[in-house]
């Protein structure tokens, strides 16, 4: 095989990244937008040793998972990967992935990994969206998403995974710009003022946020695009973020009030959260709910337990364990998710929860060496590329009687797991939660127990009393 050949291909499997994979003569190829029970013709654009990736020209024979998608540029935005794949087999997928990644990486030879935790209504359920804007060939402010794998804007005001109200701020957003004449910023030359704009939606409060990422920190007529965007229902906070460094990082660390408050407000189940632009917080607040309430029933609290949540953001599931723990300590390493989290515990009127400042990598150990600090429970919730070695390390020596790993990234998941299981703990759950529909990404829930402790000592209450004694006579 060589580039630029066509081929015909029944598409068999789907890759990490929602592509799919079809055989020539026993080759694999990866291939966006193709779908398992497809037969297509592809052109082979990149061939490696091993693997190669090609591109969909056409459809020869669609696959009966294949739906029909209603967003019109589901395909070169880069944001739905898989959605004209059946949400039933888009969770089946997912399940799937979760599972395999176990097995490859982790090294867990028949690991049992629930049914996906789905959506009822798979469609607008981002609470945030991060728009870029540029120009079109015609010379026009244009803002959307990029496509997959470049910073080549797809024009887009109306997501369908994003919140209704996106539409009509961009639309006031954009003609602001032409009308006053301002430049979107050029990546090329460093020119331009505007950036991006960060929208954010309270679900619970129905609050509204705009924050305008600028290549600087003045807006001309800043105080008349407020008033403009003051006409929404909803709106709270307008505020500007300055970002002038060549990156591809979207905000910069210093935040400029315009209108109203630097942040909005929200709830997830009984729990309020005070959130900023900096903030990190989940994007599906009805999935989070479900996501925190499987990660709370993981950790089997009674009441009097030590809790150790690491990389643990503006509190958001430190607040969730709070109620029902003895003591919860957060770690974050991010000062206005720090910030924000001793506010939202102060909100609450939760006085048991104490959060740090610094690298979990770094805190832990500190604490652990040098205070003699311990757990019964500890939760963790890191970044894509999992934890950090000293963390896990530190993990194993205070040996708690429970760990709660949550993550967005199942293969440095499995990888992490793989290393706490040799260390001790034996995995007992693993529940995946779909918190991003229509595309590749899951959001997991493992629970594993410490292989010293008494069975007794493991009481998973999201179980049914079946199930409870089932479990209790497979650990005797």
């Not at 949540?309 to 720090?338: H, N």
């Amino acid at each position: 095989m060589k580039k630029n050949d066509l081929l015909t291909l029944k598409i068999e499997g789907m890759g990490n990244e929602g592509e799919g994979i079809g055989k020539a003569d026993g080759f694999p190829l990866f291939i966006k937008d193709a779908l398992p029970g497809d037969v297509i013709r592809a052109k082979a654009l990149k061939v490696k040793k091993t693997y190669g990736y090609g591109r969909l020209m056409e459809i020869v024979t669609a696959s009966l998972d294949r739906t029909e998608p209603p967003c019109p540029v589901h395909r070169s935005c880069g944001g739905c990967q898989i959605q004209a794949l059946s949400y039933e087999k888009q969770l089946e997928y997912k399940r799937e992935k979760v599972q395999n990644q176990l097995i490859r990486l982790g090294g867990f030879s028949a690991p049992e990994v629930l049914p996906v935790l789905g959506m009822d209504e798979p469609f607008r359920y981002r609470n945030k969206a991060q728009f870029p804007f540029g120009r079109d060939r015609e010379g026009r402010v244009v803002t959307g998403f990029y496509a997959g794998r470049t910073h080549h804007i797809v024009p887009n005001r109306d997501c369908l995974l994003g919140v209704a109200e996106n539409q009509e701020i961009l639309e006031i957003l954009v003609d602001f710009m032409e009308q006053e004449g301002i430049a979107p910023y050029e990546e090329a030359s460093g020119e331009g003022l505007v950036r991006h704009v960060l929208i954010r939606k309270g679900f619970a409060t129905g609050e509204l946020m705009v924050c305008l990422v600028l290549n600087g920190d003045v807006l001309p007529g800043a105080g008349e695009l407020a008033d403009r965007l003051f006409q929404i229902p909803g709106m709270t906070s307008f505020t500007l973020n300055v970002n002038t460094k060549n990156t591809n990082v979207i905000l910069g660390d210093k935040l400029i009030p315009v209108r109203g408050q630097a942040y909005i407000t929200d709830r997830i189940g009984d729990v309020q959260y005070r959130i900023s632009p900096l903030s990190f917080y989940q994007v599906n607040p009805v999935q989070t709910k479900r996501l925190y309430e499987t990660a709370l029933s993981y950790a089997g609290l009674t009441g009097t337990e030590v809790v150790w949540d690491l990389y643990c953001g503006i509190g958001t599931i430190s607040l969730f364990l709070a109620q029902k723990a003895g003591r919860v300590y957060g770690v974050e390493v991010v000062p206005q998710a720090v910030e924000d989290a001793r506010e939202n515990a102060a909100l609450n009127g939760l006085s048991n929860v104490e959060f740090y400042l610094g690298k979990a990598e770094e805190v832990l150990p500190r604490q652990y060496e040098e205070k003699g600090i311990r757990a019964d429970v500890i939760v963790v919730d890191p970044p894509r590329k999992g934890c950090g070695r000293a963390c896990l390390d530190t993990m194993l020596s205070m040996a708690p009687e429970r760990i709660v790993y949550v993550s967005c990234d199942s293969a440095t998941m499995a990888r992490d797991l793989k290393l706490l299981c040799e260390g001790g703990y034996e995995l007992k759950k693993v529940q995946p939660v779909d918190m991003f529909p229509h595309t590749a990404g899951i959001e997991t829930v493992c629970l594993l127990s410490n292989r010293k402790s008494k069975p007794d000592s493991y009481v998973d209450l999201s179980v049914n009393m079946e199930d409870y004694h089932r479990i209790k006579n497979e650990e005797k």
